[in-house]
């Protein structure tokens, strides 16, 4: 029987040809393993930088790319709406969320009051006493939410660094709206009422209700009736002394009147102005008692807070000249509160219409929009006798005032309503 040793096996054509076929494939399978290796080798280091690179981004950058967006696009306006996701929470909450990090466009529909609607075809008639010391803003309730006064998220809740204090019907609303629009200020919409109305409820509820800010960022709100409120000054300075303060004082006679129109408006058969503002009106005998006449007795209120407060940490804004030279007021406000001038003239608008400036976008041929019709009611009529007198009845405090705050208002010269 024949044998096939080893040596035939290797020898034979026919299993050469398979072991050259086999250590071909064995070849060609290392080097594309060798290949894929070298491959793989060569980009790790590309991937580990990107993946380092988005952590310098994410971690050291973030922060002042978003500064920069919201002073780029404070500049280029704000009342248009931004073609970008939002996201409305509760509008009782106080508090502004975004449901995305990218865009740097606060939610603030539920921090305004109903006062704002969108109303600009239809004008309201005002009198010249009735435009109100209000500065008027281009936004409605809708508008507001896009307003571009900016946080995300990732803010930290802060008690107030500033307070509108007052007054009532002087223009606090309008002031508010107008620093809304810098991008370094946080402001509640509605008026909390904490240090007349719910102290009680402790500071936590107080900061719960501010809206989240950035690191440079202001924290305000406004509520007009602390300035008359016996109790906020001791209690504002137990939260902190070094707060800074705003008031938008008006010619007290036009302010009771427009106080007045307000409650009229929601009153209808309440007596008339001329009954309410004389307790004796045969004998000349003003009924300061009445809310709408105390509220004008400024130094009388002013007193009260002095007791707390240094001069230096309180503003006061002309509620005339917040209509006449609203660019002007605003400067002035902006550089209390330490803040770039980034409100001017270029925001503001006269309606000459409804007969006040309206907010309108920089730059923009869209027509503005203003408040609505809670703002600037027509006045009134008032027998000008009662106002002789109320100009004679508010003189002396006037002038206190004029020398406790070291400002002229020159109401004296505004004999007529």
């Known amino acids: 029987m024949a044998f096939w040793s080893p040596t035939s096996f290797f020898t034979s054509k026919v299993p050469r040809k398979i072991l050259f076929m086999f250590t071909l494939s064995l070849t060609v399978t290392y080097l594309f393993y060798c290949l894929m290796s070298c491959y793989n080798t060569l980009q790790f280091p590309f991937q580990e930088s990107y993946v380092y690179q988005a952590g310098q981004v994410t971690e050291e950058t973030t922060f002042i790319t978003l500064r920069e967006k919201l002073y780029s696009t404070t500049s280029q306006g704000y009342f248009a709406e931004d073609p970008v996701q939002k996201t409305v929470t509760d509008p009782t909450a106080g508090d502004d969320k975004v449901s995305t990090v990218n865009h740097a466009v606060n939610m603030e529909i539920g921090e305004r009051t109903t006062e704002w609607d969108s109303s600009q075809a239809v004008p309201t008639r005002t009198a010249a006493g009735g435009q109100g010391a209000a500065l008027e803003s281009s936004t409605t309730d809708d508008d507001l939410s896009r307003r ?5 998220d990732y803010g930290q809740k802060k008690l107030p660094q500033a307070i509108i204090i007052g007054v009532k019907k002087g223009g606090t609303r309008a002031l508010l709206e107008a620093l809304r629009v810098h991008p370094d200020v946080r402001a509640v919409g509605n008026e909390p009422h904490f240090f007349d109305r719910n102290y009680e409820k ?5 900061r719960d209700l501010m809206p989240s800010t950035l690191e440079g960022q202001i924290t305000m709100e406004k509520t007009p009736s602390y300035f008359v409120t016996n109790n906020a000054p001791k209690r504002i300075h137990a939260m902190a002394r070094d707060i800074k303060l705003i008031i938008v004082v008006r010619n007290p006679v036009t302010r ?3 106080d007045y129109t307000q409650t009229l408006s929601k009153k209808p058969e309440i007596p008339t102005f001329e009954v309410l ?11 300061a008692s009445w809310s709408a006449l105390r509220i004008g007795i400024y ?17 006061f804004v002309s509620g005339e000249q917040l209509i ?17 001038r ?10 000459k219409t409804k007969g006040f400036p309206c907010l309108k976008k920089p730059e923009d ?21 009662v106002i002789r007198r109320l100009h004679k009845f508010y003189k002396p405090y006037n002038m206190m005032f004029y020398q406790m705050t070291g400002q002229n208002f020159q109401w004296e010269q505004m004999e007529t309503q």
């Open 148 to 152: 571009v006064n900016c946080t995300s």
């Open 202 to 206: 402790g500071l936590d509820w107080y």
């Open 256 to 258: 009771a009147i427009s």
């Open 277 to 287: 503002a004389f307790k004796n009106r045969t004998l000349g005998l003003i009924d």
């Open 299 to 315: 130094a009388l209120h002013l007193e009260s807070w002095l007791q707390y407060f240094p001069l230096s940490q309180m503003h």
């Open 324 to 340: 006449v030279d609203p660019a002007g007021e605003m400067a002035k406000v902006q550089d209390f509160l330490g803040l770039k």
């Open 342 to 351: 980034i409100v001017t003239d270029k925001h503001f608008y006269f309606n």
């Open 365 to 385: 041929s869209s027509t503005p929009r203003c408040l609505g019709k809670s703002k600037g009611r027509t006045h009134p009529k008032i027998d000008p006798d």
